[in-house]
């Protein structure tokens, strides 16, 4: 019986993870095949064409699948343990935004996440904190001293995505609904930025 590419790839993944469950297997399917895909669909077509148990655990046939050629899965062993942790972290629709932010900027200061979001600092700066707390971020002071409005010396400070945070967005991405506005705004000067309004 044919398989297509994604019943072959959560094959692969199950016959290497077969103590995942459905939200393990579907974050390891996206950093797998880099897209989103609706497991519950792939993982029902697998059980009627037989590959799979007809059960509520994720059971590979394994006399069925051994003569079949799989993809090979190589995927980072932190990975596989970092996903019960990512499973378990809720976040509003800014701070997916934030994080996708890191991603494309590598680093941002506090006041530009402000400045970007029209947020007041305190409401970004916690935000930031909770993201530290799920050690999605991680921030430093820069040594580089700046003057704010009122003319006072600051260091600002910058955040950083950790290794979870860029994993989290490998699997997330294509839940940010605002991407291509934050694209459009992220290519403007940042004196321009505010003049947007960018709606979260």
Wanted: charged share 30%; glycine share 4%; aromatic share 8%.
């Amino acid at each position: 019986m044919k398989l297509g590419n994604n019943e072959k790839i959560v094959l692969a993944i199950l016959k290497k993870y077969p103590n995942i469950d459905e939200k393990q297997l579907g974050g390891l399917f996206s950093i797998v095949s880099k897209k989103s895909g609706r497991i519950d669909t792939i993982t029902h077509s697998l059980k009627i064409k037989g590959f799979m148990t007809d059960s509520d655990y994720f059971s590979v046939n394994k006399q069925v699948i051994k003569n079949i050629d799989l993809p090979e899965i190589i995927i980072n062993k932190e990975q596989v343990r970092d996903l019960k942790h990512i499973d378990e972290i809720k976040l509003g629709k800014l701070g997916k935004s934030i994080i996708y932010i890191l991603e494309r900027t590598e680093k941002s200061s506090l006041q530009f996440l402000s400045t970007f979001f029209q947020k007041p600092t305190k409401n970004i700066y916690a935000i930031m904190q909770r993201l530290d707390e799920k050690n999605i971020v991680i921030s430093y002071n820069s040594r580089i001293r700046r003057f704010n409005s009122a003319g006072r010396k600051y260091h600002p400070k910058y955040y950083i995505l950790t290794d979870i945070g860029k994993l989290w967005l490998e699997i997330n991405e294509n839940r940010i609904e605002n991407k291509d506005q934050i694209d459009t705004l992220l290519r403007k000067p940042e004196e321009e930025i505010q003049e947007y309004n960018l709606k979260i």
